[in-house]
């Protein structure tokens, strides 16, 4: 079933009931018993963290892409798309399976990507002003994004249908490249839903249509609708609110120290001073017993703006980890848990926001991206794991914390 898009200028956020995640059919068991994709979080780690993970989220890719179902459909925004395994893997199912492939990236200027572009377009298809049908691989307009002004910063996928179950979602943190897997800390969630498929694919649609245009984009995308325990946001935000800041404003701390509310951030770009400010009001509720923890790449984008971002966060963040090569943080979280306190007036909820924004003023306004929230304690609670045990640990103290 379809689910209408609605469009907003406020940020209002959804409350949804949390769900479990299925338990799935391996590979090896796919022809007895059917395929079942696998849904939930999977997070991928940096060669130097430790090797064995850096495939992590390319495999479950490949393997949705290997069980496309005969005659589907396979969608995909993706910024960077240097990855030859994943277009072979598109090209057999389009060839051998006649799935349909559609695939829309940035226009990079770089030699490297315009050659892998141009070698998925000779492998996929080239896309026609006009053409929907069929298979095409597509840019968006050199020195745009598709709907804003900066770039095309997506990543995810959809299929239609995956084995027997349709409507199958991929929001990752990742590009499709040989760095992101081995430099990077990335996460992706996949899940089948029929609502946020549908919501996914009308964004799609969107960009596919900006990919001819000749006048400037309007920098104004912005989309908010609630499927189930899943809610999406799309940019580029015309506003002046964010979907991060409005939802830490409906974070309300715990009074009980035992149970404290727990905010755990693991970004790349960390650089939103609404974001930081709302952090900030939370550890200095009176009585409350908030923590903030925050694991990021870089403060900003130049040494000006780092510097004063890093005074909001001295005093937004108990305590912060700086991640940054051989083994940068690439991931685009925030993870709530309200414990003894409340989120959206509702005690204990745990959610999660992930997507490819980065929590800085120009991405938000200028580039197409999406944010996904999953209101689910199972899934937050896979995220809770992979900065607890894997990102905060590895990373290192910056250097206001001391050795």
Same mark, same amino acid.
């Given at each position: 079933?379809?689910?209408?898009? $609605?469009?907003?200028?406020?940020?209002?956020?959804?409350?949804?009931?949390?769900?479990?995640?299925?338990?799935?059919?391996?590979?090896?068991?796919?022809?007895?018993?059917?395929?079942?994709?696998?849904?939930?979080a999977v997070f991928?780690?940096?060669?130097?963290?430790?090797?064995?993970?850096?495939?992590?989220? +390319? #495999?479950?890719?490949? #393997?949705?892409?290997?069980?496309?179902?005969?005659?589907?459909?396979?969608?995909?925004?993706?910024?960077?798309?240097?990855?030859?395994?994943?277009?072979?893997?598109?090209?057999? !199912?389009?060839?051998?399976?006649?799935?349909?492939?559609?695939?829309?990236?940035?226009?990079?200027?770089?030699?490297?990507?315009?050659?892998?572009?141009?070698?998925?377009?000779?492998?996929?298809?080239?896309?026609?002003? *006009?053409?929907?049908? *069929?298979?095409?691989?597509?840019?968006? +307009?050199?020195?745009?994004?598709?709907?804003?002004?900066?770039?095309? /910063?997506?990543?995810?996928?959809?299929?239609?249908?995956?084995?027997?179950?349709?409507?199958? &979602?991929?929001?990752?943190?990742?590009? $499709?490249?040989?760095?992101?897997?081995?430099?990077?800390?990335?996460?992706?969630?996949?899940? !089948?839903?029929? *609502?946020?498929?549908?919501?996914?694919?009308?964004?799609?649609?969107?960009?596919?249509?900006?990919?001819?245009?000749?006048?400037?984009?309007?920098?104004?995308?912005?989309?908010?609708?609630?499927?189930?325990? /899943?809610? $999406?946001?799309?940019?580029?935000?015309?506003?002046?609110?964010?979907?991060?800041?409005?939802?830490?404003?409906? &974070?309300?701390?715990?009074?009980?120290?035992?149970?404290?509310?727990?905010?755990?951030?693991?970004?790349?770009?960390?650089?939103?001073?609404?974001?930081?400010?709302?952090?900030a009001l939370l550890?200095?509720?009176?009585?409350?017993?908030? +923590?903030?923890?925050?694991?990021?790449?870089?403060?900003?984008?130049?040494?000006?703006?780092?510097?004063?971002?890093?005074?909001?966060?001295?005093?937004?963040?108990?305590?912060?980890?700086?991640?940054t090569e051989p083994?940068? &943080?690439?991931?685009?979280?925030?993870?709530?848990?309200?414990?003894?306190?409340?989120?959206?007036? &509702?005690?204990?909820?745990?959610?999660?926001?992930?997507?490819?924004?980065?929590?800085?003023?120009?991405?938000?306004?200028?580039?197409?991206?999406?944010?996904?929230?999953?209101?689910?304690?199972?899934?937050?609670?896979?995220?809770?794991?992979?900065?607890?045990?894997?990102?905060?640990?590895?990373?290192?103290?910056?250097?206001?914390?001391?050795?």
């Amino acid at each position: 079933m379809r689910v209408p898009l $609605l469009r907003s200028l406020a940020f209002p956020l959804a409350a949804a009931a949390a769900g479990a995640i299925p338990l799935c059919a391996s590979p090896a068991h796919a022809s007895r018993t059917g395929y079942r994709p696998p849904e939930g979080a999977v997070f991928s780690h940096p060669t130097a963290a430790g090797p064995g993970r850096e495939n992590a989220i +390319r #495999d479950r890719l490949l #393997d949705l892409i290997d069980h496309a179902a005969p005659g589907s459909t396979i969608r995909a925004a993706m910024y960077l798309w240097r990855d030859d395994a994943i277009t072979d893997a598109l090209v057999r !199912a389009k060839d051998k399976r006649r799935v349909t492939v559609q695939i829309v990236t940035n226009n990079s200027s770089d030699s490297q990507a315009r050659g892998y572009f141009k070698l998925l377009r000779k492998k996929i298809g080239g896309h026609r002003p *006009g053409f929907t049908d *069929g298979s095409w691989a597509a840019e968006c +307009r050199k020195s745009w994004g598709c709907l804003g002004t900066g770039i095309h /910063h997506n990543k995810f996928f959809l299929f239609s249908k995956v084995g027997a179950t349709p409507d199958v &979602v991929v929001q990752s943190s990742a590009n $499709l490249t040989l760095e992101e897997r081995t430099e990077f800390w990335n996460n992706a969630y996949s899940v !089948a839903d029929p *609502g946020l498929y549908a919501v996914y694919g009308d964004y799609f649609e969107r960009l596919r249509g900006g990919v001819d245009r000749v006048l400037p984009p309007p920098d104004d995308a912005f989309t908010h609708v609630v499927s189930g325990k /899943h809610a $999406l946001y799309t940019t580029p935000s015309a506003g002046y609110g964010d979907p991060i800041s409005e939802a830490l404003g409906q &974070v309300r701390c715990s009074a009980d120290p035992k149970r404290p509310t727990r905010i755990r951030i693991a970004m790349f770009k960390f650089g939103l001073r609404p974001v930081a400010e709302r952090l900030a009001l939370l550890r200095a509720e009176p009585g409350g017993h908030c +923590r903030v923890d925050l694991v990021y790449g870089m403060l900003g984008t130049n040494p000006e703006a780092a510097i004063r971002m890093e005074e909001y966060v001295r005093e937004g963040v108990d305590a912060a980890r700086e991640c940054t090569e051989p083994m940068t &943080v690439h991931s685009k979280y925030l993870a709530i848990d309200a414990g003894a306190g409340s989120f959206e007036g &509702v005690t204990g909820r745990k959610a999660v926001f992930t997507g490819s924004l980065n929590y800085m003023p120009y991405d938000l306004r200028r580039n197409d991206e999406t944010v996904l929230r999953i209101t689910d304690a199972r899934v937050h609670d896979q995220y809770r794991t992979d900065f607890d045990r894997h990102l905060f640990p590895t990373c290192a103290k910056p250097w206001w914390e001391g050795d």
